[in-house]
């Protein structure tokens, strides 16, 4: 088991910067890819970004790539996503989430998953 606990949420005016964090507790940490995903209101949950167990890979959606950063900290058991130049249309709940394997942008293949932050890019 994996328990995610996301943080960092919040109102940000367009062009901002936000970090969110994920802690999590239970098994290794390092031994599982670590991912965020989105859901806008009235839409499906998407993919932003992912990480592999070892942190050599990392992938990311065209709408945000070269504005966001996943990183993460094994010391701190604790992934990050550094969000920048932030837009309207980023707005949305944030998940962290965690899966054995390959990385994968398909959200049914992650078996863990945190409550979410929120996120509101609004001036």
């Known amino acids: 088991q994996v328990q995610l606990v996301e943080s960092g949420g919040g109102l940000v005016q367009p062009g901002d910067s936000l970090r969110l964090s994920c802690a999590a507790s239970?098994?290794?940490?390092?031994?599982?890819?670590m991912g965020w995903f989105r859901q806008a209101p009235g839409k499906e949950r998407e993919f932003v970004a992912a990480?592999?167990?070892?942190?050599?890979?990392?992938d990311y959606a065209d709408s945000v790539k070269g504005r966001f950063t996943i990183s993460k900290v094994y010391a701190k058991n604790t992934l990050y996503l550094q969000m920048g130049s932030l837009k309207p249309e980023d707005t949305a709940a944030y998940y962290c989430?965690?899966?054995?394997?390959?990385?994968?942008?398909?959200?049914?293949?992650?078996?863990?998953w945190g409550q979410g932050t929120q996120v509101t890019v609004s001036s």
């Open positions: 989430a965690a899966r054995s394997g390959i990385l994968s942008r398909d959200e049914g293949s992650w078996r863990y």
């Open positions: 239970g098994r290794t940490f390092s031994s599982y890819n």
């Open positions: 990480i592999s167990w070892s942190g050599g890979t990392a």
